[in-house]
């Protein structure tokens, strides 16, 4: 069975090109630049040649060429263009439609292809910071709109958690030469987007610091054992979804309260629900952090 999208709806384009659907109608009209199906009512439906087409297409549009010229280039001239104008300023954007079209054909092949492509340009660092980032951000953009369904979310956020995880390994081999403090990465009950915490994980490593991933959905109770074993911890709490922004506050003054005062713990916060902590709560050992860029600044 064929579990792949392969028909969008025009306002399905619109959100995976950015495009206005009524400038794509005009192209669409003015220049025959796509080709879409009608349903028995007159509705348009594009299939993934289309989609593939209108991104390149965008890409061209953007680096300066008008719809005019490209309406006339041959079928195959298009993606030859793209791959010949790719500069650094375009490449980012390329590799976002990459990867877009990856999760669309659910394609690991094209995923790795892209990944690869621009490994040999930059360091994993940019790629998430520049590439992967904006990448997730359109991703929860496009799954809010039903334009993909949680299949393909999975299916993406799996292949990049790959690509952490195994940079990760390599800095894990290594002796950490920061001693001061230890990082605890965890996220509350209830909380499942592991991903920002993966590579939090990541940054830390690469700092020199030693870290204790614990992953997702860990009591609080549980973390207060975790100070047997180790002194001077900076617990890492990312918070997506839970707790919800009702008990955000409670939970951080709960965990706080399961340590002594006299213990030489930092607490810090990060994630879309940290904006409603109390700022009362903060201190120096407390704090909460608007984006990971914002963190790892502070490390």
Known sequence: MNIVKNTFSI???ENLSGIKAHTIRIWE????????????TNIRLYDLENLQKLLNITLL???????SKISKFPKDKIPSLVNEIITEKSAKSHAISSFKMAMMNFDQTLFFKTYNDLLSEKSFREIFYEVFIPLIQEIGLLWQTDTITPAHEHFISYLIK??????TEELQLKEPIKNDKIFILYLPLNEIHELGLMYLNYEILYSGYKT???????PVENLKDIAKYFENITFVCYMTVEPNPNEVNDYVEKLINQFEPKDSNDFWFIGRMVENINPKLLTNNIRRFESIADLTYSL
């Not at 204790?212 to 860990?218: F, K, M, R």
């Open 212 to 218: 204790i991933y614990l992953g997702e959905s860990v």
């Open 11 to 13: 306002k399905d384009l």
């Open 29 to 40: 009209k003015r220049y025959n630049i796509l080709e879409p199906m009608r349903t028995e």
């Open 162 to 167: 790959q690509k952490v995880l195994i940079n």
């Open 61 to 67: 549009h953007n680096y300066g060429y008008k719809i």
